[in-house]
């Protein structure tokens, strides 16, 4: 049975949800077509997803780039499968490496790890895409080389980036012509990515890993004494890892398993299975309380417990074990907000785009370089900035997070699919570090708990739990939810619309009868467009 949504927008925004038999959302308006126009030249979902994720490289470079990791869920139109592209630490990185410090560098070569986001577009292809490889470059290189209008939202998230890593090697002279950032409107050109992005579609991705993209990174890592080597990039596999899942109000998300951040929302989502959530209306304080105390609870065990799962203690299984989760609902009260550490489970920004089409494929797709621009590095003359995914690691001895050599970091980007009854149901995502999954939770609980169309559970209010008893709200919250909250105990900070992009920017695709319904951020600049 087809949800049956509510069409009633109560936000205030001006989208509307869009209704097409093929989709496509993502957050920026050029990549969303891109997608789109590989759909009308006969592509599949795979190939819409893939086209948009290589533009939003040349036009949203801000939040990715070819020097990105991903993570991919598709359903092939009879079975759910989950890619983890996702890069691992160099050879070198030993944890004597960064002795002395107290944290992993947040920017910089000592935070680069090797790029997944190249290979998970090959891969994909070579498995489901119904067109050449080549084609889904095109229009990245076109926008690369012919120049693209800078969008907003964009150009406010460039000029915070150019004044905080001008000075990382590279950046300077790949981001910033003429010494400052693009503004909106303004056309930038980078024929440098598009020479890259060529040298990708013509080789298949091997330019990347194994080739001459793959030698002037490492040759430029050499230079500044960075441990990245030519062996390290060849050494690059990804892995069909399948998903995980959790079941909830008779849908199952699934997520890809760890080193990525997608069990919170598992964990949350099996703890609130326990609360009474249905008594209480969508916006409600007591709604949300019960919901940021399940991500705190979910958030304590994923901080104790998840990295690359070779180096896991306890396995996913433990962690999502149904009574292991209801002992943990039992924490909660119903009217007090209250700090959680780790259970004992064994006792005894980003970009995302989904696509679905019309035979019923449906992708959710996620890439990043975690934070605005990454590392800071970017390669002279290729257009390639590199990711800080090595902040992820801890140097606390004894964690299984810890760097070490040829590690994945744990990681926060992480595409979500919801299923009923074997049958896929919503591709969607939000981007934007640790929201990401806290976001996911709020998704599924507004569309399948309260009947909230995507656009309308897009445009809601968000919170994000920081630590302690400490909440961030959107400025639009409704003042009587705030007041409800810190009743409870929540300390509560009201953020203004100029960190609107601190709560994340969600793209869903959910299924109909015959056809998709589909919602797009307005706090991005993107679009869902279909046909």
């Known amino acids: 049975m087809t949800k049956q949504f509510s ?55 801000t939040g990715n780039g070819l020097g990105s990791d991903a993570f991919a ?15 691992r630490s160099p050879a070198a990185w030993t944890p004597e490496r960064f002795a002395g410090r107290d944290r992993m560098p947040a920017r910089g070569w000592e935070s680069v790890t090797v790029p997944g986001a190249v290979s ?11 067109l050449e490889f080549a084609t889904l ?50 056309t930038f050109r980078n024929p440098a990515l598009a020479d890259s992005l060529l040298a990708i579609a013509e080789s298949k991705g091997e330019a990347f890993y194994r080739g001459e993209l793959a030698a002037r990174i490492a040759d430029f890592a050499a230079l500044h004494g960075a441990a990245l080597t030519r062996e390290d990039l060849a050494a690059h596999r990804n892995d069909w890892c399948g998903t995980i899942s959790m079941d909830y109000a008779g849908v199952q998300l699934h997520e890809i398993p760890p080193n990525g951040q997608g069990i919170v929302a598992l964990i949350a989502l099996g703890i609130l299975e326990h609360l009474p959530l249905s008594a209480f ?68 920004g980003t970009v995302y785009i989904t696509a679905a089409d019309a035979s019923g494929m449906m992708v959710s797709y996620i890439q990043s370089n975690y934070s605005g621009f990454g590392s800071g590095v970017a390669v002279p003359g290729t257009g390639i900035h590199l990711q800080n995914r090595g ?18 970091p744990f990681h926060t980007i992480i595409p979500g699919f919801l299923m009923r009854d074997g049958k896929p149901l919503m591709s969607f995502g939000v981007m934007g570090g640790p929201m990401q999954a806290q976001g996911h939770v709020q998704m599924v609980l507004r ?6 169309n995507p656009q309308a559970a897009s445009d809601a209010p968000r919170w994000r739990f920081i630590s302690g008893r400490d909440v961030a709200v959107e400025w639009t919250m409704d003042i009587s939810t705030v007041a409800g909250l810190e009743a409870l105990g929540h300390n509560v900070t009201r953020e203004s ?34 046909f």
């Open 447 to 452: 569309t399948q708990l309260y009947g909230q």
């Open 281 to 348: 209306g969508p916006d409600s304080a007591q709604s949300l309380h019960y919901q940021i105390e399940a991500i705190k609870l979910a958030m304590a065990d994923v901080e104790r417990y998840v990295s690359d799962p070779a180096y896991m203690d306890v396995p996913v299984e433990a962690l999502l074990d149904k009574d292991y989760l209801k002992r943990r609902a039992q924490f909660i009260e119903a009217g007090r907000a209250q700090i959680f550490g780790a259970g004992a489970p064994l006792a005894g």
């Open 497 to 530: 619309p100029d960190t609107s992009f601190a709560f994340g920017g969600a793209q869903l695709i959910h299924r109909l009868e015959d056809g998709y319904i589909g919602g797009s951020d307005h706090r991005k600049d993107g679009m869902a467009v279909g």
């Open 73 to 87: 869920i598709v359903w092939d139109g009879k079975t759910l499968h989950g890619l983890n592209a996702s890069g």
């Open 120 to 130: 998970a577009w090959a891969d994909l292809s070579e498995k489901f895409g119904a």
């Open 137 to 186: 470059l095109e229009p990245a290189i076109n926008y690369a080389r012919d120049g693209f209008a800078v969008s907003p939202t964009i150009a406010e998230l460039w000029e915070k980036g150019g004044a905080l890593l001008a000075d990382q090697p590279g950046f300077a002279e790949t981001f910033l012509p003429n010494g400052r950032a693009p503004r909106a409107g303004e």
């Open 391 to 408: 902040s992820g690691f801890t140097l606390e001895e004894g964690h299984p997070n810890r760097v070490g050599p040829r590690k994945r």
């Open 7 to 61: 069409y009633a927008m109560p936000y205030g925004a001006p989208r509307r949800p869009v209704l097409a038999r093929n989709m496509v959302a993502t957050s920026q308006p050029l990549a969303a077509q891109a997608g789109l126009s590989m759909l009308a030249r006969g592509g599949n979902a795979v190939d819409a997803a893939l086209a948009a994720a290589a533009t939003l490289t040349v036009v949203e470079p």
